[in-house]
T-cell receptor, first 109, second 114 residues
Framework: GIQVEQSPPDLILQEGANSTLRCNFS?????LQWFHQNPWGQLINLFY???GTKQNGRLSATTVATERYSLLYISSSQTTDSGVYFC???????????FGRGTSLIVHP | DVKVTQSSRYLVKRTGEKVFLECVQD?????MFWYRQDPGLGLRLIYF???????EKGDIPEGYSVSREKKERFSLILESASTNQTSMYLC?????????????FGPGTRLTVL
């Protein structure tokens, strides 16, 4: 099946800093999602982005499908951005996503 | 908004007990999923269901079973709990079986098996 790798595994920022999280995948994708898991465990879907660029407030995501990677940008980070960010992808005819191991982000005030 | 609820946020059980984790979604979604999450390993799929009474094994089904008698409810069963099943369990649902689906997650159940 498809392999999904995320980097960096851990990230520590000061409030106000910008960051880029990366997701590499091993096959062409028909579905790619970014999720944020807050410190209490709740996962929230941030983006559905198998290709192209999307923006939602301070967050944006870009997927370059031909080069098999996706980037999540966080600008002007806030303490509420802390948590774990997951990338999940599926390929072929499957709608079952494979999750990466996540990037753990801590934003200090 | 889609709402996915799980029966317990925290659960402590003893080795050998039969454990039921329940998940309910309120948006008439066809697909439901059970994952476990362990530090450094991400989310791993245990079982999923694409219709009532239908189920498919995921990547790590050993030691688990599932039940889906009604569309809105998907139960995960640990027949005889073991300490290596101590984990965070996450339920998710999605609307249909198309590749453009997005998943919606419940708040999770943190299970400790003593």
């Amino acid at each position: 099946g498809i392999q999904v790798e995320q980097s960096p595994p851990d990230l520590i920022l000061q409030e106000g800093a910008n960051s880029t999280l990366r997701c590499n995948f091993s096959d062409s994708v028909n579905n790619l999602q970014w999720f944020h898991q807050n410190p209490w465990g709740q996962l929230i879907n941030l983006f559905y982005i198998p290709s192209g660029t999307k923006q939602n407030g301070r967050l944006s995501a870009t997927t370059v499908a031909t080069e098999r990677y996706s980037l999540l940008y966080i600008s002007s980070s806030q303490t509420t951005d802390s948590g774990v960010y997951f990338c999940a992808a599926s390929s072929g005819g499957s709608y079952i996503p494979t999750f990466g191991r996540g990037t753990s982000l801590i934003v200090h005030p | 908004d889609v709402k996915v609820t799980q029966s317990s946020r925290y659960l402590v059980k003893r080795t050998g007990e039969k454990v039921f984790l329940e998940c309910v979604q309120d948006m008439d979604h066809e697909n439901m999923f059970w994952y476990r999450q362990d530090p450094g390993l991400g989310l791993r799929l245990i079982y999923f269901s694409y219709d009532v009474k239908m189920k498919e094994k995921g990547d790590i089904p050993e030691g688990y079973s599932v039940s889906r008698e009604k569309k809105e409810r998907f139960s995960l069963i640990l027949e005889s709990a073991s300490t290596n099943q101590t984990s965070m369990y996450l339920c998710a649902s999605s609307l249909t079986g198309t590749v453009t689906d997005t998943q919606y997650f419940g708040p999770g159940t943190r299970l400790t098996v003593l």
